[in-house]
Structure formats: C-alpha cells, structure tokens
C-alpha cells in the first residue's frame, strides 16, 4: 500500500510527463483498436459477400470446362468422338432454332436446351467422387440455356437483342425481324433436392415459399428473385418450361455472387425435359474436414481428367471493388501503421520515463541511502510507467472504441464486386457469347450474379479487443519502466546524492 | 520509561543477524559495544584513473566507538564528504578497508550493503532530501517500507517519532508546507525510524539559520543519547565543533588532528 501510494503521488507530481507519455501510448493504442476494429469490420463485410458464394455447406464444385489455348487450339481435339457429338448437339441450335431450314412465314413456337460452357458428364461420376477418401458427401447439377422461341419467320435481316443467358437476372430477351420472332432465353438448373444443403440453390436462399421437398411432383420450380421481378412472377404462379407448366413453389435470393439461375427444378425432371438423361455439369462436394479441402480438391483433380476442382478459397479470391482494396490496405498498411504507431508510443513513453529518472537521480540515491534495494527501487520506477501504461491504455481504448462509433456513425458503404472471367471458351465451341465462363464462379453456378454490392462497414471493437489493447499499452509501460530502471539501477548512490537538481 | 526510539529490540537483533548472514567471516554479536562501530585502515579514495586521477583521501586510520559522538571538519575539499560517504557505504574504498560493525564493506554485495544502510545507519542530509510528495509521516516511514515492517506498526512508529522531534501536529503536511528546521526534524524523525546504530549527518545545520540550527543540533545530540547510537556529523560549525566531545579535522584527504575534549 505504501509503495502504492508513493507512486500515485509521483506520478500526480509529474502530471504534465505522466499525461504525455499516456497519451503517447494511448494513440499508439487507439491506433491498434480502431484498425483492429476497421479490420474486423471490412472481413465481416466480405464474409457477408463470401457467405452466398461459399454456400452452406459446400466445400468445392467439380465442372468440366471447355478450354482453350490462347492459339484457339486443344478443347475439342482433346475429346472423344462420341463427347465431340453430343457437345455439337447440346450447344447447337436446337431443332426450332434452325430459321434456314424454314420458310418465311412459317409460325414458330418451340422450347430449345443447350449446355453452356461446362461439359457435361455422367451422373454416375457422383458417386465416384463421393466414394474418393474425405469426401463426405457429393450432390450433382445439370444447369442448361432454355430458349423458348415463338413468331413467324421473317423476310427481313435480324435486329440482335440482349445477351445470352446469365448476367445480372435479368434473362436476355429479343426479337427478330420487327418483332415477328420472340426469344426468351432463360437459365435453369437442375438440383438434386435431396441433398439441399449442398444444391446450388438452398432452402435458406429462399425468400418467399419453400424449398423442394423430396416426395412432391416432378414439376416444381423455385424462380429466382430477380428473375421472378422481371417476370412478375409470384409463388403459386406457374412457369413454362419446354413446353410443360411448372408451379412456381418459392422465391430465391440472388444475391451478389451467389446463384444466378433464373429457374431451378429438380435434377431428374429437367434431364427428362432436356433430353440430358443421366448428364450433369457439376458436382458439389462437402469434404469430411475444413482443413482437408485442399488435399481433396487434388485428389479429384487426379481421378477426373479435365475436371476443374472450384473452392471457396477460389471464390473469394474473385471478390474484388473497394471492399478488398480497402481490406487490403487495412491489412497491410493500417497493421503496419499500427505496428509503427504502438511501437513509437512505446519508445516516447521509454524515452520520458528515462528523462523522468535522470531527473530524480537525487531523490533515487536518496531511496537508496535510506536502505532501499536496487529492486525497491527498480519496483517503484516500473510500478509509475505500469500506471501510466494503464492510463495511456484506458485512454488509448476509449479513444479507439469512439473512432469506431464515429466510422459507424458516417455509414462507411463500400462496394464489394465480383467479376465476370468471359473467355472465349464458349465461343470457340459454337455457344453463345453472353454464356457462362468456362469454370463459371460460385460453387457449380451456371451463372454467377455480377455487378457490383454496396456493403456499410460496421466496425465493433470487441471486448478482447479493447482488453488486448490495454495489455499492450501496460506492456509499453513496463518496457518504458525496464529502460527507465536499468537507469535507475545503476545509479551508484553517493554519485547521486552528489547530483544537484 | 522507555521511548520510541529504545534500543535494542529483539526485531533489531533479527534484523542485524539478517544484515550479516553472508559475511565471510563471523559477524560480532549484534551491539557488540567492543566492537568498534568504525574501523578504517589505510582508507584512500581515487576518483578517475592515470593523470585526470584525484585523489579525495588518502591513508586515513580511524577507530570510532560506539556511542561515539564525532565531528569531521575540514576546508572545502579536504575530503569530509567522501570520508562521510564510506562511513555509510554508500561508495567503496580504493585502497585500504572500512570496517563497520565488524564487517568489511568491501566485501559485501550490493543487497548487503542496502541492508546494512537501511539496518545499521540512519542518514541526515544538508538539504534534507524528503521525498516531496509525500507528508512528513509518510518520509518518516519511507525506511521502513523495505523491511516487511507491517503497515501499522510502521504507522504508529513514525507518528511517535514525529512526536518525539515535536512535529506531532505536523504528520500530514507534505514538506513543502513545512519550515526548513521541521523539514530537518522529519529527516532526523526518518534517519531513527529503523533504530539505527549509527547516525550519519552531512552539514545538518548548513541551511538553517543559527538559532534553528542550534535546535537541531541538540536535538541529534539528545536523540543520540537516548538511543545509544554513534552520532558522526560533517560541519563547518563553529558551534558543533565545541558541542562534539571528538573533532576530526581533515585536510588534503589526510587526518590532520583527532582531538579528543577532555571530560570532567
């Protein structure tokens, strides 16, 4: 108590060096708590970018792409004749499309299927890759191009409308010759519902009425957000879908990044209506383990040739905007400014405390000629920078925590974007060129939703934060308390009493 | 009747047992009053080396006694502080040995030697040298805070010997709001407060005027007495020259005259 009280009283006596090394330590501190604070803030918003992406359990998507060299080589003389045949046929015009082999004039009222960019293969390939060790479960997808084509033949040249399927949820519509032909091209995507949790869509997308369910009929369709508003579409409503009706069972979300089909069915009744018997175009994989991802994203690379192993590293590694330049400058130069800040807070605190003991050498060898130890004395000199420390902490914490209110109070908005990567891939195989990448992005979307998010960053300094934020200016004190007493330690005391002050 | 500031106690013992347990050679009983309190043999002090070397004393020999009451005078210079200076171990010869209470300071270690400063010597300095933030009972405790002296008993030891030196009233004024005679009072109240063997004081009445200083001289003198301890002051005073029974005059860092007052 005594020394306690010995050392509040100094450090009252020395009040304008006491509040300068505090608040040396405190910026050094509020440094690291509103960094820390924005840091945390800027990954939960790219979590909230990431969350659609990454699914809720899904660990990676396997697809086949169709690629090619820059020299518009390899692709297709890489697969077998009979691969060779169906890829013509399921990414060529379907049989109502073919406007040369008809007579102007003619009505036309057809429903057409066509792959995009990824492959298909057998729906067999599923359980060979749920059989490969550390996968815990796998569901496949089939996701089509559904053109619906209605009108007559026209004499006349053709007007191009909108892209190909995907983009941003609006499905590209057009017309030919003065609107006497009309297109509607949609995305659909075939889902194996018994396994919701790793679909391509998922029962905690949907926004308005409910999920598959696994004994229901065969022509039910979840439509997505933005496609049902565009469509003025609502659930209970039905939907065409190569030529049959479909009853509209719920709304899902789209968000950015995340699914962007504008139809969803059950897996089996689309490779019905699309003549894709026993085809998917991709598989999602749960692994056993988070940190086993990588090592089974090889493993199916290895036993699937051509296969693309898409994980949600991957994926994250597509979000960009100034939410990722913004997070990696905060992870960069805000840690290094912080790391630089504390570290010179720690040395002004170091420098006052060694000034402070070189102007009390006397009092010191006066402690020490009334019997005080060297450690009596290296005690009260550490246990005033501990004070100051803790000050400069405190401070420094409250000083970072209003930071971070005043960041949240501004409504901080960053747009987070996720990118298309168009190749030419599926150009080059005869599809169209508004198609999906080859790959495509999120885990086994035909389509992703691009464009860009405007995410508000919410900063919240936590509770360990803060504490943490404390120790280090505490810490700065001590170290500040060490240099200042060696100092103090190595006074010899009749050199120091012979000092004037 | 005995007062605060009775000597010995069985904590002393202790203490001074505690003070000594490393000593090399086997430490003379506790208030052994045939042990000389000081012994200096052929004591020199050198401060720097090779031609910027000053020499601050040179083959001093002196004996002091317990309850010995000595003044070391001299001109500016010749070596009275440095002498002072060793007498309280507070730095270590060059050549030669100090002695006190039986035990060659040379040869002890950093933490014995705080422990014989805090156990066996109280200090009194010229310009008091309390501790400014602190009131007079708190400076008056400050010895004590090292010992394991439990806060209450330190407590009620330094308000009696705030009472002894007649600053009862004075316990919880800092040292600013004190006289430089009741500031001297409280440094004297200190100097006591581990019932010390020896007192040591450095010009005690140097920044007093004559009257207060006269005050404070008899009131070390009493102290002292009453507390049997060794009284060792430098001074330039006229006055405490003729009050001290042995008056050792220094020049050039040499013993020039120990001259003893005869009693009686």
Redesign the interface.
């Known amino acids: 108590?005594?020394?306690l009280?010995?050392m509040l009283?100094?450090v009252?006596?020395r009040r304008g060096r006491t509040i300068l090394t505090a608040l040396g330590l405190a910026v050094g501190v509020a440094l690291v708590v509103t960094v820390s604070a924005v840091s945390s803030g800027l990954d939960d918003a790219q979590q909230e970018i990431l969350a659609p992406l990454t699914g809720v359990g899904t660990d990676m998507s396997v697809t086949r792409p169709l690629t090619v060299s820059s020299d518009g080589q390899g692709g297709l003389g890489d697969l077998s004749p009979a691969e060779q045949r169906r890829l013509r046929r399921q990414a060529g015009p379907g049989p109502g499309l073919n406007l040369r082999d008809r007579k102007p004039g003619t009505k036309i009222n057809a429903d057409t299927f066509s792959a995009t960019s990824q492959l298909t293969f057998a729906s067999a390939r599923t359980a060979k890759v749920a059989a490969i060790n550390g996968v815990e479960s796998a569901a496949g997808s089939l996701t089509l191009s559904a053109n619906h084509i209605t009108g007559t033949v026209p004499k006349i040249d053709i007007t191009q409308g909108a892209g190909g399927p995907g983009g941003s949820g609006a499905p590209p519509t057009g017309a030919f010759g003065n609107g006497s032909i009309r297109f509607d091209a949609r995305s659909v995507t075939g889902v194996d519902q018994s396994q919701p949790d790793i679909a391509p869509v998922t029962p905690s997308q949907i926004v308005a009425g409910a999920y598959f369910s696994a004994t229901g009929p065969s022509r039910q369709a979840i439509v997505s957000s933005a496609y049902a508003g565009t469509k003025n579409i609502a659930v209970g409503d039905t939907t065409s879908l190569g030529g049959k009706s479909f009853a509209v069972i719920g709304i899902a979300s789209s968000p950015i990044g995340g699914s962007a089909s504008d139809i969803y069915v059950k897996l089996a009744t689309l490779q019905r209506i699309a003549d894709f018997t026993n085809q998917i175009s991709a598989i999602q994989v749960r692994a056993k383990s988070a940190g086993d991802v990588s090592a089974v994203a090889s493993r199916i690379s290895a036993s699937f040739a051509g296969a693309q192993v898409t994980t949600a590293a991957d994926l994250a590694a597509r979000v960009g905007g100034s939410l990722k330049d913004t997070r990696d400058l905060s992870s960069t130069l805000g840690r290094v400014l912080a790391i630089v800040g504390l570290v010179a807070a720690m040395l002004i605190a170091s420098l006052l405390t060694l000034a402070s003991v070189s102007k009390r050498v006397?009092?010191l060898g006066?402690?020490?000629?009334?019997?005080?130890?060297?450690g009596?004395v290296v005690r009260q000199i550490s246990g005033e920078s501990l004070i100051q420390g803790l000050l400069g902490g405190i401070v420094g914490a409250l000083i970072g925590v209003i930071a971070a209110l005043a960041i949240n109070a501004t409504g901080w908005t960053l747009q987070a974007s996720v990118a298309d990567t168009a190749t030419t891939a599926t150009q080059a195989a005869g599809g169209s060129p508004g198609a999906p990448p080859g790959g495509g992005f999120g885990l086994g979307q035909a389509a992703i939703t691009t464009g860009s998010k405007a995410v508000e960053i919410s900063t919240s300094p936590s509770f360990g934060l803060i504490l943490l934020a404390i120790g280090l200016a505490v810490l700065g004190g001590l170290i500040a308390g060490a240099v200042g007493s060696l100092r103090a330690a190595r006074l010899?005391?009749?050199a120091a009493?012979?000092t004037v002050e | 009747m005995t007062t605060p500031t009775d000597l010995p106690s069985k904590d002393d013992a202790a203490i001074m047992e505690a003070a000594t347990d490393s000593a090399p050679t086997p430490a003379p009983t506790p208030y052994d009053v045939s042990v000389p309190i000081y012994d200096l043999q052929g004591v020199a002090k050198v401060y720097g080396s090779g031609g910027s070397a000053v020499t601050a004393l040179a083959d001093i020999d002196l004996v002091i006694e317990p309850r010995d009451f000595v003044a070391i005078v001299g001109a500016s210079g010749s070596g009275k502080?440095t002498l002072l200076?060793l007498l309280?171990a507070?730095?270590r010869p060059s050549a030669g040995k100090v002695m006190c209470n039986g035990r060659d300071i040379q040869s002890m270690s950093?933490?014995e030697l705080?422990?014989?400063?805090?156990?066996v010597?109280g200090?009194v300095?010229q310009q008091f040298?309390l501790?400014?933030?602190?009131s007079a009972r708190?400076n008056v405790?400050?010895?004590a805070?090292?010992t394991g002296m439990s806060?209450e008993e330190?407590r009620t030891r330094a308000v009696e010997l705030l009472a002894a030196v007649g600053l009862a009233a004075r316990e919880d004024h800092l040292p600013s709001q004190l006289s430089g005679g009741e500031q001297q009072r409280v440094a004297i109240a200190?100097a006591l407060m581990?019932r010390p063997r020896v007192l040591l004081a450095d010009e005690p009445t140097g920044n007093l005027d004559s009257a207060t200083g006269t005050e404070i001289l008899a009131l070390l003198q009493k102290v002292a007495t009453e507390n049997e301890q060794t009284l060792v002051l430098i001074t330039h005073e006229q006055a405490v020259t003729e009050a001290a029974p042995r008056v050792v005059t220094l020049r050039d860092g040499r013993v020039l005259s120990d001259t003893t007052a005869s009693t009686g």
């Open positions: 108590m005594f020394y009280s010995y009283s100094e009252r006596r006397r009092e006066t402690l020490k000629a009334l019997g005080w130890s060297r009596a010899r005391p009749a009493l012979r | 502080t200076q309280g507070l730095d950093e933490g705080s422990r014989l400063r805090r156990d010597i200090f300095f040298n501790i400014p933030t602190l708190q405790e400050l010895p805070a090292p806060s330190r200190r581990n």
